[in-house]
C-alpha cells in the first residue's frame, strides 16, 4: 500500500523544479565527466568512419559483435518506459507517479543511442541514410521488407516516436507550469511546447485520454520491437540463433533490464536531485516487488531456451552450447548472467528490509544490467563463431579498443542526454504530483472516509 | 507531347501503385499463391545491351615462372596485360595453369621493379644505386667486355635452354667467357639421374591417364616438381578420366605435403630412405617372381638385392615390412605402375641412389615406353649446328660450385655477368659466393628486380619481363612428343606517364646482341626478335607439325597465334632406355649432427608458391597459404603435436632452431599433426633481404642458413639440403603466425563432414 | 520503325560441378579468381585479422592421427544457393538473383550490415574492412570488367557474371541464340589443373556440366539439408581406405 505524504503544492513545484533552475557541483561533475567520455566517443566514432570498420575486431565470420550487442543492450532498456508508464498507468498503480519520467525519458534516450549502433557498425553510415530514405524510386528498387533489418529499424522507430508523443503529452501540463514560472527564451520555448494549456477542465481530459490511448497503442509496440530484435537473429539460419523463444525471451530480458535501470536511476535522481521525499523508500520496495517477479519469468526463458538446444541434440547446436558454457571468456560471462543478472539481486529482492534500502537497490540494479549486458554478449557472439562444421573457419571475435570506447561512451551518450533533460524539464513529473496528493485527499462522509475525487479513469 | 509517351501523372500513378502493391503483396506473403514462389528480383542495372565491352586481346606465348614451359594466352587491354590463362591448343598444359602462372600478370607489374639502367653510387653491396641513362649503360657494359680479354669474365645463367640459352652460349664463346649455371641442385641430380637410369639428358613424360598405380617417393609432383600443370592434368585423368579404373596413388616420403595429400595412402618413412625402400621392392618383387631376376640384375647392377629385403631395411625407413610387401605388390600387379622420386629425396647425402633406386622400379615392370608409363621425350627437332637451341642441360652442382668460387676469389674473373639466377640466396651463405663475387673486378646483373645477387653488382641492366619479350624453349619435360613453346611479347614495357612509374627495360637478347656489336664481336642477329624469328623458322622446313603454312610470314605468324609448334607424331624410339649406364651405389642418408644432442632431422622444403624463393616477390604467392600449414607471408617450423608437447610449445609459439652447424633461427612453431615426431619441417624460399622488395625483403629465415653445407651428394655433389639435424629451444615468446586456417587445427567435424568421403566403386588401380 | 519480336532463347541456370577426388588442393583456381575478379591483395595483416578475402578458398581438414593422418581438400566458391538465405535479409536488395540461378552483389548499393554474411553459412561473403588498396603499378592489372570494390561493402564469387554478360551478349548480338556450351567459363574453372571444376548451364542436359552431375552417384551439396538447394555441386570423394557405407 502506498505511504501518504502531504506536501504543500507550492512546495511540491519547488522542489521538483529545483534541477531545472540549480545546478549543484555534482551536477558539474556529472557534465565534465560524461563530456570527456562523449568526446572519446565522438573520436572513436569519427576514426571508424574515416578508417573503416577495419579498426574493430570483427572478422570473418564474426561479422557482427559489439555494436549489434549494445544495440540489442539498449533496446532492452527502453522497455522500462512503456512498462512503468504504460501498463502501471493502465493498472492504475499509485507508485507509479514519481518514477514514469524517468522511465520514458531513458526510452526515448536509450532508443535513439541504440539506433546509432546499427548505422555507425556498417562503417558508413551516410550511405544508409542514402540508400534507405531518398531511396531509388526512380528505379522502383524498395527496400526488401523481408529482411528483418528493415522490420527493425521500421519497429525502433515507432517505437520512438510513440515515445515521444507520449513524453510529450504527459509533459503538456509541466510545460504550462514552467511557462507560468519561467522568463526570457525559457518562456518562449515552454509557452511553444504547453500548447497553450491552461489547465481547463477540456484540456486536463483530452490530456488524459490521449495519455491513456498512447499507453495502449504503446503496448503492443511495446511487445513487437523486442521481438523483431531478436528476429534480428532468429530470422537467419544460424546455429542457437534460430530460435522461436527468442522473441519472448528477448521482450522479458529487456523488461528485467530496463526495469532495473530504472531503479539506478532513481537512485541516482535522489542522491543528485535531493528528491527523498518524492521517490521514498516504498516506491523501491514495489519495484522490488515488480523486478521478482520480472526477473524469475527471465531466468525461466533463460532455461528454457538452453533446453531447447541441449533437448535437440543438434550437434551444431551443441558445439556452441559447449563454447558458451565451458570455453572462455563465455563462461565468465555465464557466471555473470547469473550470479549478477538472478541469483544475488533476486534473492535480496525477496526482503522488504533490503527493497527499501536505496543503496543495496541502486548496486543490485547495477548488477542485474551488467548481468544482462553479458547475456546479449552471451547469445550474439558465440553464435557465429562456430557456424555449422566448417571447422577451418572458426574464429573467436575479441573487440578492438575502438568498439569499447563506443560502448561506454553510448553509457554516457545517455547519461548526458537524461541531465541535459534534467536541465529544461522537471525528471519527476509535477502535475503527476499534485494529482496524487489530490486523489490522495480525504474526506469524512458520515462514518467513512473515502477518497476526495471521485476518478474517471 | 509525343503520341504513347506516358504523362507524368501516369508514370507516378504507375510506380506509386506498383511499388505499394510489391511491398504489401511480398510483404503479406501474398504473391500468386505458389509457395514455391519467391519474390525474384530483377535489377535494372544489369542494362545488359548498354554495356560496351572494351576491347580486349589474347595472346599465345609461353610460361616463364618455372622451367615447365606451359603454353598461355594473355589477355591484354590497352597495353596492359591482365589475365593468364593456360593455352588450349598447347600439348604440355592443355589449357590449364598453376597458381603462379596466374601470378605472372603481378610479376610484371611488380612496384619494386628496377624502372632503369642502375649504376653503383656507394659501396659494393651497400644497394645505393644512381639511375643511369641505356646509352651509357650499354657503352659501360661494352667496354667492361673488351677489356676483361678472354677468359676474364664468368657468365651465371640457368641452364642455358632455348634461344636465350642459345644467345648466351653463342655470346660466351665470342668473348671466351666462361659459362656456368645455377638451378636448384635437386634438379641436378635429377638430370644426372635421367642420364644414368633412362640414358636420356630430357625428363620422362608421364602418361598418368592410363597408369593404373603410381607411387612418388617424395616428389611434390602436383604443386610444383618439374612440370606440375603437365602431371596434374594427368593426375585428374589418372584418377576420374576413365570410367572403369581410378588409378590408386601411394606416398613414400618423410612429409605429408600437399601432393601426398591427395595420395590414398601415404607411408612415412625416415628422411633420405626412399632408395633403401625402392631397393626393398625390387629385392620383394624378384624374390616372389613379380619381376624378372635377371632383369633387376642389369637394372640394379653391382647391387645385391639380397640385403635389401623388407625385413632387413624396414626398421631404417621407419616403415613395417608388411607395408613395404603390400607397396611392391601393388606396384607389380598394378600394371602399368609407375615410380617417381624427386623434391626432398634429392636432397640427402644418397640423392642420386634414392632417384636411381627409384627410377629404375620403372625398367623392372616394364613401364617405360608403354601406354600408361613413363615416356621418354624425343630429342630437339632443329638441326643440330651453329645455332642449335640448347636443351636439358643442367646447373651446376654445389661441389662444382665450390670450384667457381675458389677462381672468383682468385681474381681470375675480371667481369661476372649475372643473369635471370639468385645464386647469393640461393647457395648456402658458407658457400661464399657473395664474398667471392666481391672479389670480381666488376659485376654487371640483367635482372627485373634487385634480389641478393643483383644488389651485389655495379651496373644493373633492367630486362624485360618474360611477357614482354621473344623466346623459343622446348619443354621440359615434353608431353611425350616433339614440342616448341613460342613466347612472345604480350605487352610493351610499360613507359613511364604520368605518376605510372613505368619501366625503362630492354630485351635481354638485344642487350647481348648490341653489346657484343659495340664490342665487336657481333652476333649472327641484328635483335633478339631476329634470333628467335630465325630460328623457329627452321621449323618449316621440317614440313610436319601442327603448322602448314608455306611462307614463312605465315608460318611465323601461325606459331605466335598457337603458341608453338608441336608434331604429335613424333616420339621417342620405345627402345631407346636402356639398361643403366652406371650403376649409383647404394648408400644409407648421413646427417650432421648427433642423435642425442639434435633430435630432430630437419627437413626444409620448397613450397608450390614460392618454389626456391622465385615466388617470394609477388604478393598473390606470399599471400597464398602453403597447402598444409595453410601459413602465409612468413617461415615457420612444423612439429608433430606430441614433439610440441615435449616441448610444450603450441602453434604461435617462437622456438630457437639451432642446427647442428652452429647456426640458430628464431621460428614460429605451427602444429602440424601430419608431421612425423622426429622432423623439424621448415620451408623454403623466405628470408630475403635485398631492397627494395616490399613484397619479400625481411620476411622469415632462410632455410639454407641451417643447413651443414659440407654435406652434398656423394655421387653428383649436390647439396645435401635435408641432411642436418637441429635442436630447439624455446624462447617463451608468443608471435602471431598468419595463416588461414581459423584457430582450431581443422578436422572434420564426426558425422557431419564437410568433404564427403566414400569407397570408390571401380576398379582400383 | 517497326520492331520485330524476336524470340529469346532458354534462359540458362548457371551451375558449377566440382569434382572432389581430382582437385589436389593446388590453388590454382584461389589466384586466377583474384586476377580476374580484382580482389584486393591479402596482406599478412588481413590474414592476421582473419579477414582474407578468397573468393573461392580451398580448405584443408584433418582426418586422424599421424601416422594414419589424411588431409582432404575442398574449394569453396559461393553456392549459388537457389534459395539463398543471403538474399531476403539484405535490407536494400544489394544481394538478389537473377533468373539464370546467379547469387548477385551489387557492390555500390550495399550499405554495410553484413547481415548476408551473418547468414551464409558457407562463409563465402567477404566484407571489405578496409579501403583496398593497389601500388600504381599493380593497378595496370586490374579488370576493367570487374568494379574495383571500396571499403564498407560486400563482396563474393559472382560465377565470373562479367563473362557470363559478355557471353551472353555475343549470343545475342548473333541473331539471339542462346549461349552454347563452352562459350563462358569462369577464371577458376578455366585455369583448374585437374579439371576438377566445370561451369556451365544446368539447364543444358547435353552441356559438360550437366553430364558431370548426371552420369555419377558421388554428386552432393555441402550443408544440403539447410534447404538452399546450392547450384554448386561437388563430387564425392573417393578413398578406399574410407568405411563400407560412409559419407551419405
Ligand atoms: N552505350 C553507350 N553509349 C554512349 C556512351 C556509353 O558509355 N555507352 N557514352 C556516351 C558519351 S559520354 C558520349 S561523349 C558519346 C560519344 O559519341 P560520339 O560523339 O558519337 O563519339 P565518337 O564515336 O567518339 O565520335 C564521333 C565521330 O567523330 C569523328 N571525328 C573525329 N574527329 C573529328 C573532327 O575533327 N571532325 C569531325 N567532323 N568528326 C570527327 C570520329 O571519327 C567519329 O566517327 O557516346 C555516348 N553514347
Ligand atoms: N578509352 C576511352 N576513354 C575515354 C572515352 C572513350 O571512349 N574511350 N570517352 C571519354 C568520354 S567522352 C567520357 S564521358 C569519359 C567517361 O568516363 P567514365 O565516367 O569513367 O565512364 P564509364 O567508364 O562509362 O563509367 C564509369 C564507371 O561507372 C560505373 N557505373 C555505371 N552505372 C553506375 C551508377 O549508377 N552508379 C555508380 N556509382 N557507378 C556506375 C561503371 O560501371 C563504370 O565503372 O571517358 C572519356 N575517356
Ligand atoms: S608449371 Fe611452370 S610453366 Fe607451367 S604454368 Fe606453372 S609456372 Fe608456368
Ligand atoms: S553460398 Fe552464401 S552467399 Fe552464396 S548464395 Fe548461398 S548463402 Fe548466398
Ligand atoms: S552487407 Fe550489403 S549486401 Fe550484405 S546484407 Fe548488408 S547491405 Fe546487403
Ligand atoms: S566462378 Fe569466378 S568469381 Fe566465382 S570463384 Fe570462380 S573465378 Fe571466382
Ligand atoms: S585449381 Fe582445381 S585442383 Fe587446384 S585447388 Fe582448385 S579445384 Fe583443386
Not at chain 1, 111 to 122: G, I, R, S, V
Amino acid at each position: 500500500m502506498q505511504e501518504r505524504h502531504h506536501l504543500p503544492e507550492d512546495q511540491i513545484i519547488r522542489d521538483l523544479l529545483r534541477p531545472v533552475v540549480y545546478t549543484s557541483t555534482m551536477n558539474w561533475v556529472a557534465f565534465i565527466v560524461l563530456g570527456g567520455v562523449l568526446t572519446a566517443f565522438v573520436f572513436a566514432a569519427g576514426w571508424m568512419f574515416y578508417w573503416g570498420v577495419g579498426v574493430t575486431g570483427l572478422n570473418r565470420p564474426n561479422m557482427w559483435g559489439f555494436m549489434i550487442v549494445n544495440f540489442v543492450f539498449w533496446i532492452g532498456i527502453s522497455h522500462a518506459g512503456v512498462m512503468i508508464s504504460a501498463i502501471l498507468r493502465l493498472t492504475q498503480a499509485e507508485w507509479r507517479r514519481p518514477v514514469t519520467r524517468a522511465a520514458e525519458v531513458m526510452t526515448m534516450f536509450s532508443l535513439m543511442t541504440a539506433m546509432t549502433f546499427p548505422f555507425m557498425h556498417t562503417g558508413r553510415p551516410w550511405r544508409t541514410a542514402y540508400f534507405v530514405f531518398p531511396y531509388d524510386f526512380w528505379r522502383g528498387i524498395w527496400p526488401d521488407v523481408r529482411s528483418a533489418l528493415v522490420m527493425d529499424p521500421s519497429a525502433v522507430f515507432t517505437y520512438l516516436t510513440g515515445t515521444i508523443l507520449f513524453v510529450f503529452v504527459t509533459m503538456i501540463p509541466d510545460f504550462a507550469i514552467l511557462r507560468d514560472r519561467s522568463t526570457g527564451w525559457r518562456h518562449g520555448l515552454y509557452r511553444v511546447l504547453a500548447l497553450g494549456f491552461r489547465g481547463q477542465e477540456r484540456q486536463w481530459k483530452m490530456q488524459t485520454i490521449s495519455g491513456f490511448l498512447l499507453a495502449a497503442i504503446m503496448l503492443s509496440i511495446f511487445v513487437s520491437v523486442h521481438s523483431i530484435v531478436s528476429w534480428d537473429f532468429a530470422f537467419s539460419l544460424d546455429p542457437v540463433w534460430h530460435s522461436t523463444v527468442w522473441a519472448p525471451y528477448f521482450v522479458i530480458g529487456a523488461v528485467h533490464s530496463g526495469v532495473s535501470a530504472v531503479v539506478t536511476l532513481m537512485a541516482l535522481m535522489r542522491w543528485l536531485f535531493k528528491f527523498d521525499s518524492y521517490l521514498r523508500p516504498e516506491h523501491f520496495d514495489a519495484i522490488g516487488r515488480l523486478l521478482v517477479v520480472v526477473g524469475s519469468a527471465w531466468m525461466w526463458f533463460f532455461m528454457l531456451d538452453v533446453f531447447f538446444d541441449l533437448f535437440r541434440q543438434d550437434p551444431v547446436d551443441l558445439v556452441i552450447m559447449n563454447t558458451r558454457f565451458f570455453a572462455w571468456p563465455y563462461v565468465l560471462l555465464l557466471a555473470f548472467i547469473f550470479i549478477f543478472g538472478y541469483f544475488i539481486p533476486v534473492p535480496i529482492w525477496l526482503f522488504r528490509r533490503f527493497r527499501r534500502n536505496i543503496k543495496v537497490m541502486f548496486w543490485t540494479s547495477i548488477m542485474v544490467n551488467v548481468g544482462m549486458w553479458s547475456e546479449r554478449y552471451w547469445l550474439v557472439v558465440p553464435g557465429l563463431q562456430q557456424k555449422y562444421q566448417w571447422s577451418f573457419d572458426w574464429t573467436s571475435y575479441r573487440p578492438g579498443p575502438i568498439e569499447v570506447t563506443l560502448i561506454i561512451g553510448s553509457f554516457a551518450l545517455v547519461g548526458t542526454l537524461l541531465l541535459v533533460f534534467s536541465k529544461l524539464f522537471p525528471p519527476i513529473p509535477v502535475w503527476d504530483e499534485l494529482e496524487g496528493q489530490r486523489f490522495a485527499g480525504e474526506i469524512q462522509v458520515g462514518k467513512r472516509t473515502v477518497p476526495a475525487i471521485v476518478r474517471e479513469f | 507531347m509525343r503520341k504513347g509517351a506516358m504523362r507524368r501523372r501516369e508514370f507516378i500513378k504507375l510506380v506509386t501503385t506498383s511499388t505499394t502493391g510489391a511491398v504489401l503483396f511480398t510483404g503479406c506473403g501474398i504473391g500468386n499463391g505458389d509457395p514455391a514462389y519467391k519474390f525474384k528480383f530483377e535489377s535494372p542495372v544489369q542494362n545488359p545491351l548498354d554495356v560496351i565491352y572494351g576491347r580486349d586481346n589474347w595472346y599465345a606465348t609461353t610460361c616463364q615462372q618455372c622451367g615447365a614451359g606451359c603454353g598461355l594466352v594473355v589477355r591484354v587491354f590497352e597495353g596492359r596485360a591482365k589475365k593468364v590463362e593456360g593455352n588450349p591448343d598447347f600439348p604440355v598444359n592443355a589449357g590449364a595453369t598453376c597458381a603462379r602462372a596466374q601470378a605472372a600478370v603481378q610479376d610484371v607489374y611488380l612496384p619494386d621493379r628496377v624502372g632503369s639502367p642502375l649504376k653503383l653510387s656507394g659501396a659494393r653491396g651497400s644497394g645505393s644505386y644512381q639511375a643511369t641513362t641505356w646509352d651509357a649503360a650499354a657503352k659501360e657494359f661494352a667496354s667492361d667486355l673488351s677489356s676483361a680479354g678472354s677468359g676474364g669474365t664468368l657468365i651465371i645463367t640457368e641452364p642455358p635452354s632455348g634461344a636465350m640459352g642459345m644467345v648466351w652460349t653463342q655470346f660466351a664463346g665470342k668473348f671466351g667467357a666462361k659459362q656456368v649455371a645455377f638451378e636448384p641442385d635437386e634438379r641436378v641430380v635429377l638430370r644426372e639421374a635421367m642420364r644414368r637410369v633412362f640414358n636420356s639428358s630430357a625428363l620422362p613424360a608421364i602418361d598418368l591417364a592410363h597408369t593404373n598405380f603410381l607411387v612418388s617417393f617424395s616428389a611434390d609432383f602436383l604443386h610444383g616438381w618439374i612440370s606440375p600443370v603437365q602431371l596434374s592434368m594427368g593426375f585428374g585423368q589418372f584418377r576420374q578420366g576413365r570410367s572403369d579404373i581410378r588409378g590408386t596413388y601411394y606416398h613414400v616420403g618423410p612429409q605429408l605435403n600437399g601432393t601426398a595429400a591427395s595420395a590414398d595412402r601415404w607411408l612415412p618413412i625416415k628422411p633420405g630412405t626412399e632408395g633403401l625402400v625402392a631397393l626393398a621392392m625390387a629385392q620383394y618383387m624378384t624374390a616372389q617372381g613379380l619381376a624378372d631376376k635377371a632383369k633387376a640384375g642389369t637394372i640394379y647392377g653391382g647391387i645385391s638385392l639380397d640385403q635389401y629385403a623388407p625385413e632387413q631395411v624396414a626398421a631404417a625407413t621407419g616403415l613395417s615390412a608388411a607395408q613395404i610387401q603390400d607397396l611392391a605388390k601393388r606396384f607389380a600387379n598394378g600394371k602399368p605402375g609407375v615410380a617417381i622420386a624427386g623434391t626432398t629425396a634429392a636432397a640427402h647425402t644418397n640423392a642420386l641412389f634414392n632417384l636411381t633406386a627409384v627410377f629404375a622400379l620403372n625398367l623392372l615392370v616394364g613401364s617405360v615406353g608403354v601406354p600408361g608409363g613413363l615416356t621418354l621425350n624425343p630429342g630437339s627437332p632443329f638441326p643440330s649446328g651453329a645455332t642449335s637451341l640448347p636443351t636439358a642441360t643442367s646447373g651446376l652442382s654445389y661441389r662444382d660450385w665450390a670450384g667457381v668460387i675458389n677462381d672468383m676469389k682468385s681474381g681470375k674473373y675480371k667481369l661476372a655477368i649475372i643473369h635471370g639466377v639468385n645464386p647469393a640466396y640461393g647457395l648456402p651463405a658458407s658457400s661464399g659466393f657473395a664474398d667471392a663475387l666481391a672479389k670480381v673486378g666488376k659485376v654487371v646483373a640483367l635482372s627485373t628486380v634487385i634480389d641478393e645477387t643483383s644488389q651485389l653488382a655495379d651496373l644493373v641492366l633492367p630486362v624485360n619481363h618474360s611477357l614482354e619479350d621473344w623466346g623459343l624453349e622446348i619443354p621440359d619435360p615434353g608431353p611425350g612428343f616433339q614440342t616448341v613453346a613460342l613466347q612472345q611479347p604480350v605487352i610493351n614495357t610499360l613507359a613511364p606517364e604520368n605518376g605510372n612509374p613505368g619501366f625503362d627495360s630492354h630485351s635481354a637478347g638485344d642487350v647481348l646482341i648490341a653489346a657484343a656489336k659495340d664490342a665487336n664481336q657481333a652476333l649472327p642477329w641484328n635483335t633478339y626478335a631476329d634470333a628467335v624469328q630465325s630460328t623457329a623458322g627452321a621449323l618449316q622446313g621440317l614440313n610436319r607439325g601442327n603448322i602448314t603454312a608455306t611462307d614463312a610470314k605465315t608460318f611465323m605468324l601461325q606459331m605466335q597465334a598457337q603458341g608453338g609448334w608441336w608434331d604429335t607424331g613424333n616420339k621417342a624410339a620405345a627402345s631407346a632406355a636402356g639398361a643403366p649406364t652406371k650403376p649409383t651405389p647404394a648408400a644409407q642418408p648421413q646427417f650432421t649432427g648427433d642423435p642425442g644432442a639434435f633430435p630432430l632431422y630437419l627437413l626444409p622444403y620448397p613450397t608450390s608458391a614460392l618454389d626456391y624463393g622465385d615466388g617470394a616477390r609477388v604478393a598473390w604467392m606470399q599471400g597464398l597459404p602453403e597447402p598444409i600449414s595453410t601459413t602465409v607471408w612468413n617461415s615457420w617450423v612444423e612439429l608433430n603435436p606430441t614433439t610440441a608437447d615435449h616441448y610444450g610449445v603450441s602453434t604461435g609459439d617462437l622456438v630457437t632452431v639451432k642446427s647442428a652447424n652452429g647456426v640458430s633461427r628464431e621460428l614460429a612453431v605451427y602444429v602440424n599433426p601430419a608431421a612425423a615426431p622426429d622432423v623439424a619441417l621448415i620451408p623454403l624460399g623466405q628470408g630475403h633481404t635485398a631492397t627494395p622488395n616490399r613484397y619479400s625483403e625481411r620476411r622469415g629465415v632462410n632455410a639454407l642458413d641451417l643447413v651443414d653445407a659440407s654435406k652434398v651428394d656423394s655421387e653428383t655433389g649436390a647439396l645435401a639440403y635435408a641432411a642436418t639435424r637441429v635442436q630447439i629451444a624455446t624462447t617463451g615468446k608468443k608471435v602471431r603466425l598468419a595463416r588461414f586456417e581459423g584457430q582450431v587445427p581443422a578436422f572434420q567435424v564426426p558425422g557431419a563432414p564437410i568433404i564427403e568421403i566414400i569407397r570408390p566403386t571401380q576398379k582400383q588401380g | 520503325m517497326s520492331v520485330t519480336q524476336v524470340p529469346m532463347p532458354p534462359t540458362p541456370k548457371w551451375g558449377m560441378v566440382i569434382d572432389l577426388d581430382r582437385c589436389t588442393g593446388c590453388q590454382s583456381c584461389v589466384v586466377a579468381c583474384q586476377a580476374e575478379n580484382n580482389i584486393p591483395i591479402n596482406t599478412e595483416e588481413a590474414y592476421l585479422q582473419r579477414r582474407a578475402i578468397e573468393w573461392i578458398r580451398v580448405e584443408r581438414y584433418w582426418e586422424g592421427e599421424f601416422p594414419n593422418i589424411k588431409a582432404r581438400y575442398i574449394p569453396v566458391p559461393c553456392m549459388h544457393c537457389s534459395d539463398a538465405p543471403c538474399e531476403p535479409v539484405c535490407p536494400v536488395f544489394a544481394t538478389y538473383h537473377t533468373n539464370e540461378g546467379i547469387n548477385m552483389q551489387i557492390y555500390n548499393r550495399c550499405i554495410g550490415t553484413r547481415y548476408c554474411s551473418v547468414n551464409c553459412h558457407w562463409h563465402v561473403r567477404f566484407f571489405n574492412f578496409w579501403q583496398p588498396k593497389w601500388p600504381a603499378s599493380l593497378e595496370n592489372q586490374l579488370n576493367p570488367d570487374v568494379t574495383v570494390r571500396t571499403r564498407g561493402v560486400m563482396e563474393k564469387c559472382t560465377f565470373c557474371i562479367q563473362r557470363v554478360n559478355h557471353a551472353e551478349q555475343n549470343a545475342r548480338l548473333d541473331n539471339n541464340r542462346a549461349v552454347r556450351d563452352g562459350e563462358v567459363n569462369t577464371a577458376c574453372a578455366q585455369a583448374c589443373p585437374t579439371r576438377a571444376i566445370v561451369f556451365g548451364n544446368m539447364n543444358d542436359p547435353q552441356s559438360v556440366v550437366s553430364r558431370a552431375i548426371a552420369g555419377t552417384d558421388r554428386g552432393y551439396q555441402v550443408l544440403a539439408d539447410l534447404g538452399t538447394n546450392p547450384s554448386v555441386l561437388y563430387l564425392k570423394k573417393l578413398d578406399p581406405d574410407a568405411p563400407a557405407q560412409s559419407g551419405a
